[in-house]
T-cell receptor, first 116, second 115 residues
Framework: GAVVSQHPSWVICKSGTSVKIECRSL??????MFWYRQFPKQSLMLMAT?????????EQGVEKDKFLINHASLTLSTLTVTSAHPEDSSFYIC????????????FGPGTRLTVT | AQKVTQAQTEISVVEKEDVTLDCVYE???????LFWYKQPPSGELVFLIR??????QNEISGRYSWNFQKSTSSFNFTITASQVVDSAVYFC????????????FGQGTTLQVKP
């Protein structure tokens, strides 16, 4: 149980275009989802927290107009990188938490974004 | 503020050696959880352990063991008789009651186990 999927697993896009990444909880309802970014050889940095049916809470320094997060249902959150630039190239990882466990997060496999 | 420090950036050992990965944390919360994750080259995070702040018992799972000491704010991870498949980046993480369950990650330790 507690499986989280991400789609796509990797994507290449051109500078200036937008790309959407999906995060799904497959066998549980995720009231909260987290989005992380990881640059090569670095740690995971939390970008934002999204709660189903409400606006996402962004961490300091993360542009909310650039990284659009939508948590429209209890099993799906999306991250849209708008007007992507090469510096947005990174590994994006989501995690999901059910209402039953404040401290239990289940991670997706990650999406590798390359902006050319 | 909450913080996790993994002072060892990279460790290289020869197969069958024991290796300990250090983790030191800072928090003012009395209720918190500590985690270890493994990230192999594929990138997917693999959950290894979760420990709450009220349980200081050491834990052993096969070749893995964890030493939690609140007095020194440390949560160290030991791999006994390391294997090549243990090569990965290992992250220690903290989640406290004051930050609504958000995970704060350490910088990670890259472990290379040579045959």
């Amino acid at each position: 149980g507690a499986v989280v999927s991400q789609h796509p697993s990797w994507v290449i896009c051109k500078s200036g275009t937008s790309v959407k990444i999906e995060c799904r909880s497959l066998d549980f309802q995720a009231t909260t989802m987290f989005w992380y970014r990881q640059f090569p050889k670095q740690s995971l940095m939390l970008m934002a927290t999204s709660n189903e049916g409400s606006k996402a809470t962004y961490e300091q320094g993360v542009e909310k107009d650039k990284f659009l997060i939508n948590h429209a249902s209890l099993t799906l959150s999306t991250l849209t990188v708008t007007s992507a630039h090469p510096e947005d190239s990174s590994f994006y990882i989501c995690s999901a938490r059910s209402h039953r466990g404040l401290y239990e997060q289940y991670f997706g496999p990650g999406t590798r974004l390359t902006v050319t | 503020a909450q913080k996790v420090t993994q002072a060892q950036t990279e460790i290289s050992v020869v197969e069958k050696e024991d290796v300990t990965l250090d983790c030191v944390y800072e928090t003012r919360d009395t209720t918190y959880y500590l985690f270890w994750y493994k990230q192999p080259p594929s990138g997917e995070l693999v959950f290894l352990i979760r420990r709450n702040s009220f349980d200081e018992q050491n834990e052993i799972s096969g070749r893995y063991s964890w030493n939690f000491q609140k007095s020194t704010s440390s949560f160290n991870f030991t791999i006994t008789a390391s294997q090549v498949v243990d090569s990965a980046v290992y992250f220690c993480a903290l989640s406290g009651s004051s930050n609504t369950g958000k995970l704060i990650f350490g910088q990670g330790t890259t472990l290379q186990v040579k045959p």
